[in-house]
C-alpha cells in the first residue's frame, strides 16, 4: 500500500529511480512496484539483514547495499537533492516517510471497517517503529469519521521493543521527538531508536498509549499465532504481545479488538536455524521419536 503510493509519487516526479533505506519488508514492497513500473530500485540495507530477505530483494530487481544505516539518510537526501532518484523512505533526523505513503497505509482502516460489518474497533494495536503505519492506520478511522461514516474512532495502541521504546520516551516527557540508544532485540523491523512526530500524534489525538514489549512476550505472541496457522515474524507479532501486555494491566475493553500483523515469519533472523530430530527408518523409530520429542502417543 505505502509502496505502491510512493512509486506512484516516482513517477508523478519523473524521477530515473527509487531509493530506499530498509531491513526488508519496506525494501521488498518498493522493489516489487518499482519492477512493475520500470523503475530502477536502490535498497541501503544494513548488514544484520537476515538471508531470505536478500533473495527477496534481488529477485525483483533490486540494487542491494549493504549499507551502514545511520549513513543511509544523509547519503539518500543527498542525492534526492540533486534529483539524482525519489526517495521511498526517511531521510531527515525526525522521521517522515514520503508524503504519499500514509495514504496507502490508511486503507487498512477502511478494510477494518467493512470487514467488521461497518463497526469500529475499540483498540487496533500496530507494531511500531518509527510510527508510519500506526498513523496511517488512524488516518483512515479519522477521516471515516470525519466523513460521518462512523461515530467514533478507535484507541490507537504503539507496539515498541522493549529494549528501546522512542515513541514512550516522547509521550511520557510531553515531546514530539525522542532518541534513544540502539539495542538488540528479535524485532529488529522495528527497532527504531528515534521515533516519528506523526506517531505522538496520532497516539494523543487517538487518546491512545504505547507498550513495550519484549522478546520474551513476542516469542510467545509468535508461538500462539502458530498455532493458530499463523506464521509471523517477530517485529509483525508486536501486536499480539502488546495486548496481552494490555490485557495483563487489567485494562478494560470492550468490543473489537484488531491486532495488526505485518509480516511473514521467513523474514526472521533465525530462519534456517531451527533443527528436527532425525528417526530409525522403522515404525518403533518413527513412534519413538514422535512420543520423545512431541508427546504425540501412536
Not at 499463523?230 to 504481545?241: G, I, V
Amino acid at each position: 500500500r505505502f509502496a505502491y503510493l510512493t512509486i506512484c509519487g516516482a513517477l508523478e516526479a519523473r524521477s530515473q529511480a527509487v531509493i530506499v533505506s530498509s531491513t526488508g519488508n519496506h525494501g521488498a514492497a518498493t522493489a516489487a512496484y518499482a519492477a512493475k513500473a520500470g523503475l530502477p530500485c536502490i535498497v541501503l540495507a544494513p548488514p544484520h539483514i537476515p538471508t531470505a530477505v536478500r533473495s527477496f530483494l534481488l529477485a525483483y530487481g533490486a540494487a542491494l547495499v549493504i549499507f551502514a544505516r545511520k549513513a543511509a539518510w544523509s547519503i539518500i537526501g543527498e542525492g534526492a537533492h540533486k534529483g539524482l532518484w525519489y526517495p521511498a523512505s526517511t531521510f531527515t533526523p525526525t522521521p517522515t516517510g514520503p508524503p504519499y505513503g500514509v495514504e496507502g497505509y490508511k486503507t487498512i482502516a477502511y478494510e477494518i471497517w467493512l470487514q467488521l460489518g461497518r463497526r469500529v474497533p475499540t483498540l487496533v494495536l500496530v507494531p511500531t517503529g518509527y510510527g508510519e503505519l500506526l498513523y496511517g492506520v488512524w488516518k483512515g478511522f479519522r477521516e471515516l469519521r470525519h466523513l460521518g461514516l462512523t461515530e467514533s474512532a478507535p484507541r490507537m495502541v504503539a507496539c515498541e521493543p522493549a529494549a528501546l521504546g522512542p515513541l514512550r520516551q516522547a509521550l511520557s516527557r510531553g515531546k514530539t521527538i525522542a532518541s534513544v540508544s540502539s539495542q538488540p532485540t528479535i524485532a529488529y523491523a522495528i527497532a527504531a531508536t528515534v521515533n516519528g512526530y506523526r506517531a505522538v500524534l496520532a497516539i494523543q489525538e487517538s487518546d491512545g498509549f504505547a507498550v513495550p514489549v519484549s522478546d520474551e512476550d513476542v516469542e510467545q505472541a509468535q508461538q500462539q499465532l502458530g498455532l493458530f496457522g499463523l506464521w509471523a515474524e517477530a517485529s509483525a507479532a508486536a501486536s499480539l504481545a502488546g495486548l496481552r501486555q494490555v490485557a495483563s494491566q487489567g485494562e478494560q475493553v470492550t468490543g473489537p479488538v484488531v491486532c495488526i500483523s505485518t509480516s511473514s515469519g521467513f523474514k526472521d533472523l533465525l530462519v534456517g536455524t531451527a533443527e528436527a530430530p532425525s528417526a530409525e527408518p522403522t515404525w518403533e523409530g518413527l513412534e519413538e521419536t514422535l512420543m520423545r520429542h512431541y508427546g504425540i502417543v501412536l
